[in-house]
């Protein structure tokens, strides 16, 4: 059991709360852990914990949060899956008095009211579910765009919080957009070169097994346009000059025969 300060400590700090389940995080992750941000994009490389980070956050907004509802979503029910028993792994290594009132292979409910669900990415599973206060949405580049818009609504109306962790996949869908875009969300880019865990020999390997594309996007986090592409995204778009005048402006006389 832990101390009554410990406790509070936990509550307050969610660091804390990850070094009581016995995670000693990154400097990079305890910035995750801590922000206060409504909207998180984590653009992490393959194995660097981005979602370990993502359940420890489920797990203290379950604990600390009575009744609230906490969402977690994947391309499909295994990913969702395998996301839901990181969350189940971290409630049974911390010692905290909120015993677990009902679970299931993809749901989890606390004794305080609070629910941790696990669904596929599809559409129709989440329409039925309202007013979230977290929602982890991981391998977001593979979430469809109409799932995503589907989960909007409810955030608006609980201004609950989401977390969209991902490597990139193309320079397609609402989770590249939204890398890009100028709204307010609080962005993390994390290639594998930055994490102490994922060694140089690793890296070469699978730099020469998956080839530059793959490489580029599952361990740098590059955007990388489709493998067929004769040019990126980012080279066409730099091809464009707004200061340069069209030639038809640069002399207002007009000539004659």
Known sequence: ????????????????????????????????????????????????????MAAMLCAHTAIFKPGSLTLLVSPSERQSSELFKRVHGIFRSVSWPVPVASESALRLELANGSRVVSLPGKEGTVRGFSAPKLIVIDESAR????????????????QGRVIACSTPWGTRGWWHDAWRSAEPWERYRVPATDCPRISAELLAEERRSLGHWEFAQEYLTEFQAGAGAVFDLEAIENCFDSTVQPLGLLNSKVWTA
């Open 143 to 158: 979430v469809p765009d109409e799932l995503y818009v589907a989960l909007k609504p409810m955030l608006a109306v609980s």
């Open 1 to 52: 059991m832990t101390s009554l300060v410990e406790d509070f400590r936990a509550a307050a700090d969610p660091v804390a709360l990850s070094l009581q389940a016995g995670i000693r995080p990154d400097p990079w992750q305890e910035r995750i852990l801590r922000s206060n941000s409504q909207r998180l994009l984590l653009n992490c490389s393959r194995q660097s914990g981005k979602s370990l």
